[in-house]
């Protein structure tokens, strides 16, 4: 089943964005941060902030208003996906330095519209995804919740979830690196 932005339910009023991004919540508790500032200050997440600011993401990744549920994929799971990718010794090349290529695997990472706790993800349903026509499908493996992306093997665990309960955007660390199948 994929889950479309028609189908999430939310509560209170938003505002709708002209360019693709996802709406916004009205009104923000004081402790709730932003994507960016969750990851700025560690460096087991360099490789993705990196890759936030390559791709001009930074207003959508640092808004605290963001209503959106964000997987947040470790430097380690990033270069064990580049490495494990059969596409020759211009594998980091092709991925981080091509923009349309790192920007949709930016965008590929936020669900948006919904502020999602692993408890309200449904196994077996397909969330879209900020690129347009693609989605994360949620699985388990031996109990363990486990995101997968649509169309191909790339599967991440969530490694810590629910990260700033309460505010728009939650996050949920994750130990794979999610890559849509359009690329």
């Known amino acids: 089943m994929v889950v479309q932005k028609s189908e999430l339910v939310h509560g209170g009023e938003e505002e709708e964005d002209d360019d693709m991004r996802p709406r916004v919540a009205p009104m923000i508790p004081s402790e709730c941060n932003s994507a960016l500032s969750m990851i700025s200050g560690n460096d087991e997440y360099s490789i ?35 490495q494990s990718m059969s596409m020759g010794e211009d594998v980091e090349t092709r991925v981080f330095k091509d923009f349309d290529t790192l920007h949709a ?17 449904q196994i077996g349903s397909c969330y879209e995804t900020m690129v347009q026509g693609q989605c994360i ?10 995101v997968l992306s649509s169309g191909n093997n790339n599967n991440a665990t969530i490694d810590m979830a629910d990260l700033n309960q309460g505010c728009p955007t939650l996050f949920h660390t994750i130990t794979g690196f999610l890559i849509p199948d359009i690329l």
Do not use: C, Q, W
């Not at 990196?50 to 430097?75: K, Q, W």
């Not at 695997?105 to 993800?121: E, T």
């Open 105 to 121: 695997l930016v965008r590929h990472h936020v669900i948006p519209y919904y502020s999602m706790a692993v408890g309200d993800m």
């Open 48 to 82: 993705f902030k990196n890759a936030i600011h390559e791709t001009g993401m930074d207003s959508v990744y640092g808004s605290v208003r963001l209503r959106a549920t964000v997987f947040i994929p470790t430097n380690k799971a990033i270069v064990d996906a580049i």
């Open 137 to 146: 499908r949620i699985g388990s493996d031996d109990g363990e919740m486990v």
